[in-house]
């Protein structure tokens, strides 16, 4: 269905390309709270824009920011005529925010990162470039992450789950440069935490995702907003996002499967005990067994029932394939 690649790039800025290139390209930075890394990161990204590409823009989506990060973006949206700010008056989340910037950006490629300075804008025209190999989106491998080692391990565990519940083998897939042809985008919804996963929605509607390894630095200013809260909650996302691309073409086959097995064994429990009443003459009306029998039967034709109703739903939900006329 697609295919990865991990790739090591030199990065240098200074050396620019002997022409830019034509292709319009969008880089969208989700901020929250981040007065102290926004300056110097529209300085950078500016510089690796006005050096590569002739048509080109930086959207920043402010996430409800409680500090000076809506003050530093309004100034910085007049000092620069391709920069753009959407400003959301209170915190809606990651995924919000990159959801609104997907609606309004203009570019054919988008390229997003963080705004904490950890991620290098050197990388984006390497990332662009990686497109044009063949993939539909590009995810970004902080190799040499500079992070807690604890962060570092749950980052570890938490890509190797994804890839054997997906099937999509990435080594970062929480990393937050990434960049998606148009098409990517208007096919693939971002809600909830799913912001984490569009690499796996992407793959499973049938785009060609692979991976690039970036540069990554330790954070300058500010505090990172990673929390245990936010792990757990990935772990939910991962089993909706789990469900959503495997499952929703016929989730009867998952819980019509689940629901025979509980009825299975309500039903064998039910034959063992009937072997005892009439075969042995042993007194079943006070077991435990029986009750046992009887729940797993209930459960199994609930369980089944409720894959029939999925199976209804999931025309409406189910993510849609991607094609192209040739």
């Given amino acids: 269905m697609s295919s990865k690649v991990g790739l090591e790039t030199d990065l240098d800025v200074d050396q620019a390309p002997s022409e830019k290139q034509d292709l319009c390209v969008s880089v969208l930075v989700p901020a929250y709270n981040e007065q102290g890394n926004i300056e110097e990161l529209t300085e950078r990204v500016v510089s690796v824009l006005d050096s590569h590409y002739t048509n080109s823009e930086l959207l920043f989506v402010d ?29 809606f989340g990651k995924a919000n925010a990159l959801s609104a910037g997907f609606d309004n950006v203009s570019g054919d490629v988008v390229v997003t990162m963080d705004a904490d300075l950890q991620d290098d804008p050197k ?10 190999e063949g993939y539909d989106l590009i ?17 570890k565990l938490y890509n190797g ?6 099937g999509l083998e990435l080594h970062d897939l929480n990393c937050g440069m990434k960049a998606y042809r148009r098409e990517v985008l ?10 984490r996963y569009i690499p796996v929605m992407a793959y499973w509607a049938g785009f060609r995702v692979g991976e690039m390894v970036v540069p990554h630095h330790e954070r300058k200013h ?6 245990t809260r936010r792990l757990v909650f990935g772990f939910f996302d991962l ?7 495997k499952h929703s073409k016929a989730p009867l086959r998952l819980f ?19 072997v005892l009443k009439y075969g042995f003459g042993q007194g079943i009306g006070n077991r435990p067994l029986l009750m046992l029998s009887m729940l797993l039967i209930i459960t199994g034709l609930q369980v089944f029932s409720f894959g029939f109703l999925a199976e209804k739903l999931s025309a409406q939900d189910r993510i849609d394939p991607y094609y192209e006329e040739r």
């Fill in 63 to 91: 996430d409800g920011s409680a500090d000076d990060t809506g003050e530093v973006l309004e100034r910085l949206r007049e000092k620069y005529g391709r920069v753009r700010v959407i400003r959301f008056w209170q915190n």
């Fill in 123 to 132: 990388a984006i025209p390497d990332l662009v470039d990686e497109l044009e």
């Fill in 139 to 155: 995810s970004g491998w902080r190799r040499d992450r500079q992070s807690p080692f604890f962060k570092r391990l749950s980052s």
């Fill in 161 to 166: 789950l994804t890839a054997r519940l997906t």
């Fill in 186 to 195: 208007q096919k693939v919804d971002v809600y909830g935490g799913m912001h």
């Fill in 222 to 227: 500010g505090k990172s907003k990673y929390s």
């Fill in 239 to 245: 089993l909706s996002v789990t469900f959503l691309t």
């Fill in 256 to 274: 019509g499967g689940l629901g025979t097995v509980f009825s299975a064994a309500g039903f064998s429990l039910g034959i063992y005990l009937l």
